[in-house]
Nanobody, 122 residues
Framework: QVQLVESGGGLVQAGGSLRLSCAASGSILSIATMGWYRQAPGKQRELVATIASGGTNYADSVKGRFTISRDNAKNTGYLQMNSLKPEDTAVYYC?????????????????WGQGTQVTVSS
C-alpha cells in the first residue's frame, strides 16, 4: 500500500509564498507522475501542476509563480508558490501514480492526499 501525507498549507498575505510538500511512503517501486490540484469553494477541482519524466506542466493561472519539483530519493513532491493571490485560495491536493510491491506482485497505484488548505488574504 501507499500513503500520502501533505503539509505546508496555511494563511498568507497576498504577495507571499508557501511551499507544499507531498510525501509518499510504503512499498513504492516507482513514481511515474506527481501532481497538484486545487479546489476552491463552489468550484470544480482543477489542475495546478504536474511533473513526470517528460517534464512539467502548469495551469496558465500559475505559470511564472508556482514551481513543481520532486525528490525521488525521498519520494516527495513539492509545490513552491510565490506571489500568491487571493484567487489562489483553495484546498490543494496532491496526486501521485506509479507502482508498488505487495511482496509478491507489482501493482499500479493512483492515490490522492488528504488536502491542505491555502488561504491568501488581500
Amino acid at each position: 500500500q501507499v500513503q500520502l501525507v501533505e503539509s505546508g498549507g496555511g494563511l498568507v498575505q497576498a504577495g507571499g509564498s508557501l511551499r507544499l510538500s507531498c510525501a509518499a511512503s510504503g512499498s513504492i517501486l516507482s513514481i511515474a507522475t506527481m501532481g497538484w490540484y486545487r479546489q476552491a469553494p463552489g468550484k470544480q477541482r482543477e489542475l495546478v501542476a504536474t511533473i513526470a519524466s517528460g517534464g512539467t506542466n502548469y495551469a496558465d493561472s500559475v505559470k511564472g509563480r508556482f514551481t513543481i519539483s520532486r525528490d525521488n530519493a525521498k519520494n516527495t513532491g513539492y509545490l513552491q508558490m510565490n506571489s500568491l493571490k487571493p484567487e489562489d485560495t483553495a484546498v490543494y491536493y496532491c496526486n501521485t501514480a506509479g507502482t508498488y510491491s505487495t511482496g509478491t506482485y507489482v501493482r499500479k497505484y493512483d492515490y490522492w492526499g488528504q488536502g491542505t488548505q491555502v488561504t491568501v488574504s488581500s
